[in-house]
Structure formats: C-alpha cells, structure tokens
C-alpha cells in the first residue's frame, strides 16, 4: 500500500509549476499540504488488495459534502498563489533544472 497526496487538480497545478522549474522540490512539498487537501491509500499489491475485508458502506450528501471538498480547494489554490507572490529562487533547494542537468547526487542534502 502507498499513502500519498490525493491526485487532485489542484495538486496537479502545484506539480505542473515545479516541473516547469517555477518552484522548487520544497516548495511543492510545502504545497501540497495547503488546504488539506486530503491523503489517499493506493494498494500496488493483490496480496495487498486480499487482505481487505468489507464492513460496511455509509452514504454521503453531496449537498453537504461537495461544498467543503469545493471549500478547501479554493483555499489551497488561494494559499498556493499567495505563497508564490514573494518567491524568488532559493539555490539551496532543488528545482527541476538541477534534476535535467543531472547536478544532484546521491546524499544530496537538498532531498
């Protein structure tokens, strides 16, 4: 099983901006908390997926639901843009570029 960020669109936007090397790897980290946004668990395994057992399924109201997943969207990408307003580039984090021109090594302590 793998636990990471939801793949989300706003997550999406964040991950785009690093990979065009508008942000750097710890920027993105620090976005990807913003909002919370939520965490999902992906199982990579069948031995993974067999050990679950069902219990029970509970309904939602998307009319209550819907609205706070909405809620904290726009205040992550509200959050994400203000946190880019005063960026400028920090050469002790890692951006794309130093990935591309293969200038990280193992030990890095910029991972």
Request: glycine share 6%; no cysteine; charged share 30%.
């Amino acid at each position: 099983m793998v636990k990471g960020y939801r793949a989300d669109d706003s997550y999406f936007s964040f991950a785009e901006d690093f990979l065009n090397n508008t942000i750097s790897v710890q920027h993105l980290g620090r976005a990807m908390k913003l909002g919370k946004l939520g965490i999902q668990h992906v199982l990579i395994s069948t031995k993974a997926f067999q050990a679950l057992k069902f219990v029970k399924a509970d309904f939602i109201e998307n009319e209550i639901y819907y609205p706070r997943f909405y809620n904290r969207d726009l205040t992550a990408r509200k959050k994400y843009k203000n946190s880019k307003e005063n960026l400028t580039i920090n050469t002790n984090e890692l951006y794309m570029l130093d990935i591309i021109r293969g200038e990280i090594k193992n030990g890095d302590t910029r991972l």
